[in-house]
């Protein structure tokens, strides 16, 4: 089935958010459910990047060479595009994922978002794959219960159960 993700894939999304580890070396094992669905992507690539320097976001090639078009040709303020392209490919890289389910985060985005050897939350959200430091989880996580109760009753306005 051909997916919105610039893609084909066989599978679900996979749901909720999954803990793990980035090693010493920068390589981030995979965790098993986010590891299967990225592998039903046709290309074994994947670019690893961050587009506002608190998150990683790793892409299936098809899904970031579309993102690459949009920021070319975003024509209401080209110079946000350039920028935005600049600090992608920056802090970015390509990767394939490992026989053990690992994908190796670039040098300057794992030292920017501070996740050398440390404990990140993935999730899958919006085409991508989400790696969180422990510390911007939990900013996050604060945020979002501090607006709670208004972003519930809007979205249950809008039909959400």
């Known amino acids: 089935m051909e997916s919105s993700l610039g893609g084909v894939n066989s599978g679900r999304q996979p749901l909720g958010v999954y803990t793990s580890r980035c090693d010493d070396k920068?390589?981030?094992?995979?965790?098993?459910?986010?590891?299967?669905?990225?592998?039903?992507?046709?290309?074994?690539?994947?670019?690893?990047?961050?587009?506002?320097?608190?998150?990683?976001?790793?892409?299936?090639?098809r899904t970031w060479?579309?993102?690459?078009?949009?920021?070319?040709?975003f024509t209401e303020n080209p110079k946000a595009g350039r920028e935005i392209a600049f600090l992608a490919h920056y802090w970015g890289g390509s990767s394939m994922?490992?026989?053990?389910?690992?994908?190796?985060?670039?040098?300057?985005?794992?030292?920017?978002?501070?996740?050398?050897?440390?404990?990140?939350?993935?999730?899958?959200?919006?085409?991508?794959?989400?790696?969180?430091?422990?510390?911007?989880s939990e900013r996050r996580l604060a945020s979002a219960m501090e607006a709670l109760a208004a972003n519930l009753d809007a979205l249950e306005k809008k039909g959400l159960t």
């Open 26 to 61: 920068g390589r981030l094992r995979l965790p098993k459910e986010l590891e299967e669905f990225l592998r039903t992507f046709p290309e074994p690539e994947y670019f690893i990047t961050s587009l506002d320097g608190c998150i990683a976001r790793i892409y299936p090639i």
């Open 65 to 73: 060479m579309e993102n690459e078009k949009i920021l070319a040709g």
């Open 97 to 136: 994922i490992d026989a053990q389910g690992r994908v190796l985060v670039p040098q300057e985005l794992r030292r920017k978002l501070q996740i050398e050897d440390q404990k990140v939350n993935l999730r899958f959200y919006k085409g991508a794959v989400e790696v969180y430091s422990e510390s911007e």
